[in-house]
């Protein structure tokens, strides 16, 4: 879990001191009052930040980012508001390094169409400028229907609003109950990356970052505690598989758990979950990296080490399409799922993997050609066989009767041939 931390203001002024003793003291948040809320939170749990602190130290012309380190803006992402309906808004609330002339405020919902989006844009300025700076939290008083909502804040001074120089970091919570069992969950809706998406990255060792959210029309009827979500060469997720890693909270991004090869076809997925119980997954999408030095990914080729039957499907019960003869080069597109047999992408039939060589070898220096094939299904149903073929159709006089036999070919031991059926 991470941790928020808020610098205390200390008040050195002997103004001030006569302020807080005609007035009584403001609260002080203690810091444990500042860690990252749980998973799960009911509205007004949120801690009340103080008021800025005295204007001893100005904003220098250039703007930081609130919350400059990574905590003290509340609420956490992940948090769930869940003490509804009506749902209340949660105060909002940040740390910043200086005492600006004021912050602007954001808050959005994920589908304009069930909310104003924003919902929320104001300035926020109320605040005497002779002993305080501007407030650093900000309860807006309004309710909120469910959904999924991001908001942030820019600081401003001297009459530049809202500062393009400002940079911001966006916060993001969810506003709905939590389901009562895993059949109530809903399939999360996959966002980036696309479907077939190849993506540009110059990390030497890239990781990828995933992000989805829950159906926004209607929105989910409930909300689960936790998202899972995978990674893998086989797009049914039975070997090579990885998780998603993902930050605390219910949030709706996160990263691959190991470095990937770029120019592998991955295949990923989430669900939610509930209790640690899995809901529905999501629909599957695939991917690849590129070359890291640009340019797209070479396609994988196979040479025939012996004359070929290419077929519909991988056994002698599929249509034949073509007839391929030892040395000759054809582009691949797949492999089937068993990994037995290749697809030629230029004839769009399956020869056997072990009877053909892979190239070319350059590719990617040490990765395994067949890892840049993508998952092809076998046809439904086996078609007819043709009745008429070349007559002279032979192969080679040097293949073992195993491989003929286990390939549906008859061994012709006085020709020292195999002939196809």
């Not at 600006?100 to 844009?121: I, K, M, N, T, W």
């Not at 389901?179 to 399939?187: E, H, Y």
């Not at 047999?341 to 020869?351: E, P, S």
């Not at 070898?361 to 050609?369: C, K, N, T, Y």
């Amino acid at each position: 879990m991470f941790r928020c931390a808020v610098a205390r203001s200390v008040f050195v002024t002997t103004l001030a001191a006569l302020l807080l003793a005609a007035c009584g003291p403001l609260p002080i948040a203690l810091p444990e009052e500042f860690q990252d809320p749980p998973a799960i939170v009911e509205t007004g749990a949120t801690p009340v930040v103080p008021l800025g602190v005295t204007t001893e130290n100005p904003c220098p012309s250039l703007y930081a980012q609130p919350c400059a380190d990574g905590t003290g803006c509340l609420p956490a992402n992940g948090t769930v508001i869940s003490d509804g309906p009506p749902f209340r808004a949660p105060t909002f609330s940040w740390t910043y390094v200086c005492n600006p002339d004021g912050y602007h405020f954001e808050l959005q919902c994920s589908d304009p169409a069930r909310c104003a989006d924003p919902v929320l844009s104001e300035d926020l300025t109320a605040y005497d400028p002779s002993i305080y700076g501007p407030a650093r939290s900000f309860d807006p008083g309004i309710t909120l229907q469910p959904g999924y909502y991001r908001w942030w804040v820019k600081a401003f001074q001297s009459g530049l609003f809202s500062s393009p120089s400002g940079s911001v970091s966006s916060y993001g919570f969810y506003v709905g109950n939590l389901c009562d069992g895993v059949g109530d969950l809903v399939a999360p809706v996959l966002v980036d990356p696309w479907n077939d998406a190849q993506i540009n990255t110059g990390v030497t060792a890239p990781k990828v970052r995933f992000s989805w959210k829950l159906p926004d029309d209607p929105f989910a009827a409930c909300l689960p505690d936790d998202f899972n979500g995978q990674v893998s060469e086989d797009p049914t997720f039975t070997v090579k598989v990885q998780n998603i890693v993902t930050l605390p909270g219910l949030v709706n991004s996160g990263e691959s758990e190991y470095e990937l090869f770029r120019c592998v076809t991955y295949y990923w997925r989430v669900r939610g979950m509930l209790n640690e119980e899995g809901g529905p997954w999501s629909e599957t999408r695939s991917f690849r990296l590129l070359p890291s030095g640009g340019g797209t990914c070479p396609p994988v080729t196979v040479m025939p080490k012996v004359n070929l039957t290419c077929r519909v499907g991988p056994s002698p019960a599929y249509a034949k399409i073509a007839f391929l003869s030892a040395g000759e080069v054809h582009p691949a597109d797949g492999i089937n799922a068993a990994g037995t047999h290749i697809r030629l992408a230029d004839l769009f039939c399956y020869v056997p993997k072990e009877l053909v060589d892979l190239g070319p070898e350059e590719v990617i220096p040490g990765v395994d050609l067949v890892k840049l094939l993508s998952v092809v299904p076998d046809p439904p149903l086996p078609t007819a066989t043709p009745t008429k073929e070349p007559p002279s159709l032979t192969c080679s006089a040097n293949l073992p009767s195993a491989v003929c036999i286990a390939n549906g070919w008859t061994y012709n031991y006085q020709l020292k041939s195999c002939n196809c059926p």
